[in-house]
């Protein structure tokens, strides 16, 4: 016990906590994951309170050391939370559960989560055996009545498995799956929070692999789901779900070294990707969605062929639509649905310009205004997408996709830091100097001015002003 206070006494948060209720600390008890993380030597970024008096009160006081805010989080629970100034971590404050502390423990989901530590002098109450479980690697629920408190709770069970790097006994995960369905009751805010943690976690292979075998992803992604036991052609060498998850794995292993594929250029791909996006996530971590959900649009689109082969005729679009719709049913913003949807769209391009080696310019143009804004990532996505389709002579075809997507994602990281080229004159300038009128054929005319512009055709006013004049004599004749 000593050596776990001693382990809370390195973590700011708790001192900063033990700093501000100093002289207060009667009824005052640290409760859950900041015990947890330094039982697991983890870095605390969170410390939970379980308080006899007024929880408003405490978390003005650690606010006001702290130097953050604090405001309510439950109305009916009169809970409340407060942060330090630099948003880095949370102290939330509860009343205590029940007349006892031992009472609150046994409401709350998890043996290793129902442990408290007075704040003051004292002994850790440990009633359900969460340091034991800790030590042992197992992550246990208290009851069936956890799951019934909280329908998230069955997620949050994958979540925590992933990261702290434990496994539930044979009892949790029978538990487990008879609750599974009903997670989402929860709000689709707090299904996509758990899910999201599981993405971003190194383990995020182990803990997609406990929600599939616990019906976890059934329930949150059955787009997913659905994806197993779909067969594909001889190009393949694993159904469709495994083929996703093998593509997760291949992006995981590029992403970790990016130089292999990128050379030169790794490190202006590890900025792109690094740039926050949406919903707490940057760029490179929702691509792992991406990842996930590039193929969701098989099963709706297979076909065969008369001599046998399987076909996904347009999966790359129906993905993008159903990517919509289950990006709306999550909540998440319109940013991350819009780019989830661009990596499945686009994800097919670069691999059919494979055979189109030495790539002219304009071909080079017209990918990345096809996939713009996610060209950059597409590149790096298709990468783990050929990686990943190891059938019959693969080799050779993973050899030249990786080795034209270094030569395409030089000319991406440009594009994305300039911009489109500029054609040497505006619309209004080529409106005047041709005779029309603003509209629709000026700006085709633009569109292909642009394209010249990045080919090299157009250099000058005058190249500009002849090639437009050329095009709409052709389109006269």
Request: net charge negative; aromatic share 4%; proline share 5%.
């Amino acid at each position: 016990m000593n050596s776990l206070r001693a382990a809370l006494e390195g973590e700011a948060p708790y001192r900063t906590v033990r700093e501000a209720l100093g002289g207060a600390e009667e009824g005052v008890w640290v409760v859950g994951g900041a015990l947890r993380d330094a039982s697991l030597g983890r870095p605390v970024v969170d410390v939970d309170l379980a308080v006899t008096g007024s929880p408003e009160e405490i978390a003005r006081r650690v606010a006001r050391s702290a130097g953050g805010p604090f405001f309510p989080l439950s109305e009916a629970f009169g809970a409340w939370r407060a942060m330090d100034r630099a948003r880095h971590w949370v102290c939330d404050v509860s009343s205590l559960g029940g007349q006892t502390i031992e009472e609150d423990l046994a409401k709350r989901d998890f043996s290793v989560n129902a442990m408290a530590l007075p704040l003051g002098e004292g002994e850790l109450v440990d009633p359900l055996g969460g340091l034991a479980d800790l030590d042992r690697g197992v992550l246990r629920v208290l009851s069936k009545e956890a799951y019934a408190a909280d329908p998230l709770r069955p997620l949050r069970l994958a979540r925590l498995a992933t990261q702290l790097e434990l496994e539930p006994d044979s009892h949790t995960e029978e538990l487990t799956r008879r609750a599974a369905n009903r997670v989402t009751e929860a709000s689709p805010e707090r299904i996509f929070a758990e899910l999201r943690r599981i993405l971003i976690d190194p383990r995020v292979l182990n803990g997609l692999g406990m929600a599939d075998r616990l019906g976890l992803t059934a329930a949150i992604l059955p787009e997913l789901h659905a994806l197993h036991g779909v067969q594909q052609s001889h190009f393949h060498h694993l159904d469709v779900h495994d083929h996703t998850l093998e593509v997760l794995r291949e992006w995981l292993e590029l992403e970790r070294d990016l130089e292999r594929v990128f050379g030169t250029h790794a490190g202006r791909v590890r900025d792109v990707l690094d740039e926050p996006l949406a919903n707490d996530l940057t760029r490179g971590q929702a691509l792992r969605l991406g990842a996930l959900l590039h193929d969701i649009g098989k099963p709706a689109s297979r076909g065969q062929r008369p001599d046998g082969r399987v076909t996904f005729i347009g999966h790359d679009s129906i993905g993008a639509g159903m990517i919509g719709d289950l990006c709306r049913r999550l909540r998440t913003s319109e940013r991350l649905r819009e780019y989830l949807a661009g990596l499945a769209r686009h994800h097919l391009v670069l691999g059919f310009m494979v055979h189109e080696r030495p790539l002219e310019r304009r071909t080079v143009y017209r990918y990345l205004t096809a996939c713009q804004p996610v060209e950059v990532e597409v590149t790096a996505l298709s990468c783990a997408d050929r990686a990943a389709t190891r059938g019959r002579g693969s080799d050779r075809g993973i050899a030249a996709h990786l080795d034209l997507a270094a030569e395409l994602m030089r000319e991406c990281l440009h594009w994305r830091a300039a911009g489109p080229p500029r054609p040497p004159l505006r619309g209004d300038e080529l409106a005047g100097e041709l005779g029309i009128a603003p509209g629709p054929q000026v700006g085709a005319l633009l569109e292909r001015l642009e394209e010249a512009s990045f080919t090299g055709e157009v250099r000058t006013r005058e190249d500009a002003l002849a090639l437009a004049r050329r095009l709409r004599q052709d389109l006269a004749t």
